[in-house]
């Protein structure tokens, strides 16, 4: 007898929990929430119950109508929270949300969206960005299970857009850089696109440029480039932003390399030509450090070769002609500064030489004096050359650019500077044949004359 009793007050004991379950459920269908909580916590003491999705959902659900009332919210503080842990623990244990469907738990899923929208909106508009992001982050969460799983009347929608594009802006003001380019990586992985849409695009793209992101980088670039093409948004250059990608990102040999394969392939705008032209012509002195006289002489002449084949591809721009002249006008300072060294270390071991006959004969002072002889003449060429492909480069630029209506700002103080440099290498020039050639001598002296007394005229 005694046996049977006791297996009767255990049935009895089940019986009473799955009863306890049942008047949650009654309380919350009723919407008497409160009552419902004060049963659920007392059935959620016992570790089995804890163990079931049923008091998780109950929970959930209750939460989230204390959420969603003013007054029930100021009550129940953080009963968002509460809600998102009861929610997840619910998961944990019923991933396919059976008990959720079969017990009307939409409702309390689009509780947690819409008033986690409406607050956020609130907070927005009132600049306080931190709690904006806090609120949309949840309406994001919660329309993507309601849409994920068709609770909403449009069938076909992946997605809340505005959502997700709020919880984005919210965190970009917040200064969550990279919070709020993985909402926006939703949304351009979305191929979600339109004019209100442009600065998503650029927001990633330069958060990308500053965390040496090159993957990210390319995908955004891509897709910006779709989205957004040029005959439609003329004012937007996204090779500006590939371009300050290469600049900040690339080491100097990564800048070679890719020009050298970009050239070859023939697929360089003018105004790229112009960028690595610049790269290569402003190397950094931590890069400058490392590389010895040949290799920065290479450099420059690339950068020239750059100049020039931007030229080329755009014969109006004088710009690019006066880059080029200034390489060749920067080679030419560097090639006479040594040559000018050389020459006087040769008149030095002459002056020393002059009262002693016998060091003036001697094999070593010959091998010396020879060795900064051929100096002088090493340099000699590149110097003269320099200077020819200086006046050349200058000259272009200034025809292209001396007669021009509205020039700007640039152009004027590039006018001002060539005719500078080209009176200084043609009084070089001038000066070098004095004596020599009297022809040459007046022909040089002429051009001097002319760009001398264009000085301060730009």
């Known amino acids: 007898m005694r046996k049977l009793l006791c297996i009767a007050l255990i049935g009895l004991t089940l019986n009473s929990g799955a009863q306890d379950f049942k008047n949650v459920s009654k309380l919350v269908l009723l919407n008497q929430f409160e009552p419902a909580k004060i049963e659920l916590d007392k059935l959620l003491t016992d570790s089995k119950a804890e163990a079931k999705p049923n008091g998780w959902f109950f929970k959930f659900k209750i939460y989230a109508a204390f959420y969603k009332d003013d007054k029930l919210r100021v009550k129940y503080p953080n009963s968002e929270t509460i809600a998102d842990d009861a929610f997840k623990k619910y998961l944990s244990l019923d991933s396919s949300i059976k008990f959720l469907r ?46 994920q799983n068709k609770f909403s009347t449009n069938k076909n929608q ?39 849409y442009l600065d998503i695009y650029k927001y990633s793209l330069v958060y990308c440029i500053n965390t040496k992101n090159q993957g990210l980088f390319n995908k955004y ?6 989205m957004y093409p040029a005959i439609d948004y003329p004012s937007v250059d996204w090779e500006d932003y590939e371009l300050s990608y290469f600049n900040k990102n690339y080491t100097l040999q990564q800048k070679s390399d890719l020009y050298d394969k970009d050239d ?3 697929t360089i705008s003018a105004k790229r030509y112009l960028q690595y032209g610049d790269a290569f012509a402003r190397i ?22 750059a100049f020039k084949k931007a030229f080329y591809k755009e014969q109006t721009n004088g710009i690019s002609a006066f880059n080029a002249g200034v390489i060749y006008y920067n080679l030419f300072g560097i090639y006479d500064d040594k040559a000018s060294q ?47 492909s200086s006046v050349l480069w200058l000259e272009k630029e ?55 007394a264009l000085h301060g005229k730009f």
């Open 158 to 196: 992946a997605f809340d857009t505005t959502s997700i594009l709020y919880a984005g802006y919210s965190a970009q003001n917040s200064k969550k850089q990279e919070v709020a380019t993985s909402y926006y990586d939703r949304l351009i992985s979305n191929k979600i696109g339109g004019k209100s």
């Open 221 to 226: 670039l891509s897709a910006s480039k779709v």
């Open 264 to 266: 070859a392939a023939g």
């Open 342 to 388: 050389a020459r006087r270390a040769l008149q030095e071991l002459n002056s020393s030489a002059e009262t002693d006959p016998k060091k003036k004969a001697s094999p070593q002072f010959k091998a010396k004096a020879e060795s900064l002889k051929n100096q002088r003449i090493t340099f000699e060429k590149p110097l003269n050359e320099a200077a020819d």
């Open 398 to 452: 200034y025809a292209i650019l001396k007669d021009k209506k509205d020039r700007s700002k640039e152009e004027n103080n590039c006018l001002g500077k060539s005719v500078d440099y080209l009176s200084n290498i043609f009084m070089f020039k001038r000066d070098k044949v004095r004596g020599k050639d009297l022809k040459a001598f007046d022909e040089y002296d002429a051009k001097f004359k002319v760009y001398d």
């Open 284 to 305: 950094s002195k931590e890069e400058s450090a490392g590389l010895d006289s040949l290799k920065q002489d290479s450099y420059l002449r690339k950068a020239a070769e």
């Open 102 to 147: 079969e017990n009307n738990g939409q409702d309390a899923l689009y509780n947690m969206y819409a008033t986690s929208f409406n607050k956020g909106i609130v907070t927005f508009n009132d600049k306080n960005w931190d709690s904006a992001y806090y609120y949309f982050s949840f309406a994001v969460k919660y329309s993507d299970v309601i849409f």
